[in-house]
């Protein structure tokens, strides 16, 4: 073990710099009296290493209008949230690890707030809660690795808005509390990855089929999806775990000079739902409702380059899906359910420069393919959505703020979510953050009516 | 003996030194000898104006790879960024811009990142990423202000001025003192004036250590001065594991970095 003693009561003294004076500035040793007690050598030396994060976070309701049980609920603080995130690496040899990270968590505001129209399955969902965030085992031989556990491989080289990086479900429970990058469910993957000549190749699986995260049923940004088909006796559940429901996926890439280039290719089941409607008593008291929940298997050919310019990293990725499904109309009325394939193109930069800050823009533009022939009866010709990402650090990146922006449609009516946030490390233990997010809402299922849910996200952490 | 004479006798006995310019001791200094690969965790204790310390430590791999150094960093310490990593490639070239990639392993990601712009604080430190990258010579203009004596190790003051606003743009600086041992061809001590007004890093090597026949600085003071005042300060360690280990390429490639810590 290594050891830097310094003491810690010496101040620098200020020492005044002219173009011709410098003779003297190094008369004192800056560092003479300072008191460093620093394990140099064991962090790296040793075989595991183990840390934790004590978490507080709340969330505050800026601006509901409280016109129902559940704006009154969830207006104001809606979240108390202690958790605890412990963190392993165990290195066992030089070619087998393993790596570890959980959460567990607890949410008092259903204690503090017993008496509100809570949801039982918001309940269920918040009050107690355990995620296995990461749990792999890693083995390592020359320049090839395998890995299998729960863990999150992403493909593509777009940050926001790749179309090459679905292998996961989303985290879309409430929109904007995660920064859009980090949205990906981790789940048990399996992956080898290595290098042919001068090209990466890394395949895999994804073993479990995965739902994105929609909002919880009962709460206020609940698309109603559950309740409909709870009352056709429907219910949204991952396929259970069957090689027929595994996705898998191959990835090359390479780099040539500042050019990083990529192909990647999928299949998976969706993580979206198809709703399959059926029409109920025919004749004058017809319905229209659920009959049938599809996940259909997606196959995606991508390619992904970048291009560095000095500050500006430029980014293009294009992608062809094919097995995506719809159900079509006959005379206005729900028929049968159809394929059809979507082409997707994000282009995008990203601007990095010391002084001015980071800046990210990203438009994903996607559109099904022969659309007037398939007759859709709920499915938009053409999506779009763009993405802008602002942050800039201060005082030797101890403060960092940072700005959101995440719009749907081209002129953003389908609704956006903007966020600003602040970052602050007091120091290498304790840090503080917060996050005003302002919903605007728009044709999207999820920010329909959401103008009026604004939060203000705080947390402290502590970590050791 | 003849004046003449004389004259030559005292110039061979005080030796070449006092006829070199600045250009032929910066590249004497460029040419020092140093280690094909080197191998060392890296500690950087970073302290602001009220002495508060954060700690940074790194275990850092590099080598020249086809006249390419290159560089292999993880973080350690602390825990938040433990695993990322960084894969640079430092060309020679002036005009060609170092290569870049991080890796974040929460996501499982190496991304490339833009790297023109060295003037960034490296990991919060007093050090930027123009320090941590070799300084090429053909960038700066050399002029020899006097000779002086640190630590009792004589040296030669040299100033330098960087070509053109480009450099200036690039690393920051709009001038340079260093201090060169005269005794082994290194820099021991260096004042950088910034075009931000009114800040000077003084830089410090604070010890040298003989490695397998290098004199290698394994620690380093950087300080930051605002109008004179200290404003932040940064100890670097280095505890060398190894040098001229003989290496494999792929061990500097991005498939290594995507393999993480």
């Known amino acids: 073990m290594k050891r830097i003693c310094m003491s810690l009561a010496l101040m620098l003294p200020l020492v005044s710099i002219s173009a011709d004076e410098f003779d003297d500035v190094f008369a004192d040793d800056p560092f003479a009296d300072v008191e460093v007690e620093v394990d140099t050598a064991t962090a790296s030396t040793r075989s595991w290493h183990l840390s934790h994060e004590l978490q507080l976070q709340t969330l505050i309701n800026l601006n509901s209008e409280r016109s129902t049980d559940i704006e009154q609920a969830y207006a104001g603080v809606s979240s108390v949230e202690a958790a605890w995130q412990p963190a392993l690496d165990w290195d066992m040899n030089d070619w087998l690890s393993t790596r570890a990270k959980g959460k567990l968590a607890t949410d008092a505001i259903f204690w503090l707030r017993p008496d509100e129209a809570w949801s039982d399955a918001d309940v269920d969902q918040r009050q107690w809660q355990f995620e296995t965030q990461e749990l792999t085992l890693q083995a390592r031989r020359d320049q090839w690795q395998f890995s299998s556990g729960i863990q999150t491989v992403t493909l593509g080289l777009a940050d926001a808005l790749s179309v090459s990086n679905n292998l996961y479900g989303r985290d879309l429970s409430l929109p904007g509390t995660v920064d859009i990058d980090e949205t990906q469910t981790p789940a048990w993957t399996t992956v080898i990855s290595g290098t042919l000549g001068n090209v990466r190749l890394k395949a895999g699986s994804v073993h479990r089929h995965q739902l994105n995260t929609l909002p919880i049923e009962g709460t206020d940004f609940d698309t109603g999806i559950d309740s409909m088909l709870d009352n056709a006796g429907l219910s949204l559940t991952n396929e259970p775990l069957a090689l027929d429901n595994m996705g898998v996926f191959a990835s090359l890439s390479g780099v040539v000079g500042p050019l990083d280039w990529q192909f990647n290719a999928i299949s998976q089941l969706s993580h979206s739902p198809v709703i399959e409607m059926g029409i109920i008593n025919p004749g004058p008291s017809a319905s229209v409702v659920p009959v049938a929940v599809h996940y259909p298997r997606e196959n995606t050919v991508a390619g992904a380059a970048s291009l560095v310019t000095g500050p500006v990293l430029w980014k293009t990725e294009a992608a062809l899906t094919t097995g995506q499904q719809a159900q079509s109309t006959d005379s206005g009325m729900p028929s049968d359910l159809v394929s059809f394939q979507r082409l997707s193109g994000t282009l995008g930069f990203d601007f990095d420069q010391p002084t001015l800050g980071r800046l990210v823009a990203e438009l994903q533009i996607s559109r099904i393919l022969d659309y007037d022939a398939l007759d859709l009866l709920n499915s938009e010709e053409s999506e779009a959505q763009w993405a802008l990402m602002l942050s800039r650090s201060f005082w030797r990146e101890t403060l960092t703020l940072n700005a959101q922006l995440l719009a749907f449609d081209l002129d953003a009516s389908g609704g956006r979510l903007q966020a600003l946030g602040l970052d602050y490390d007091i120091n290498d233990h304790w840090q503080v953050r917060a996050r005003v997010i302002d919903y605007v809402g728009g044709d999207a299922s999820i920010l329909s009516g959401a103008d009026d849910r604004d939060r203000l996200m705080a947390s402290v952490h502590y970590r050791f | ?261």
């Open chain 2, 1 to 261: 003996m003849t004046l003449r004479l004389r004259t030559l006798c005292t110039l061979l006995l005080i030796g070449p030194t006092l006829a070199m310019t600045a250009d032929d001791i910066m590249t004497r200094v460029d040419q020092n000898e140093t280690p094909t690969s080197q191998r060392a965790d890296m500690t950087m204790i970073l302290l602001d104006s009220r002495g508060n310390q954060r700690v940074r430590s790194i275990q850092s791999q590099r080598a020249e790879v086809d006249g390419v150094e290159r560089s292999l960093m993880f973080f350690i310490e602390p825990a938040d960024v433990r695993g990322t990593g960084f894969l640079m490639f430092d060309y020679e070239d002036a005009g060609r811009d170092d290569d870049q990639w991080m890796l974040l392993p929460s996501l499982g990601k190496a991304k490339r990142i833009a790297s023109s712009d060295k003037t960034g604080s490296f990991m919060g430190s007093d050090f930027s990423y123009a320090d941590m990258s070799q300084r090429n010579l053909s960038e700066w203009t050399y002029t020899l202000l006097k000779e002086d004596s640190v630590n009792g190790v004589d040296v030669w003051v040299i100033e330098s001025i960087p070509v053109n606003q480009d450099v200036i743009e690039k690393t920051g600086y709009v001038r340079s003192i260093v201090y060169v041992r005269q005794d082994t061809y290194q820099v021991t001590r260096g004042i950088s004036y910034l075009e931000k007004s009114g800040e000077v890093k003084l830089m410090n090597v604070s010890e040298f250590t003989e490695i397998d026949g290098y004199s290698l600085a394994t620690e380093t003071q950087m300080v930051t001065q605002k109008n004179g005042k200290t404003v932040h300060r940064t100890l670097m360690k280095l505890d060398v594991q190894a040098v001229d280990f003989e290496f494999d390429p792929d061990d500097f490639t991005l498939n290594r970095l995507e393999q993480g810590l």
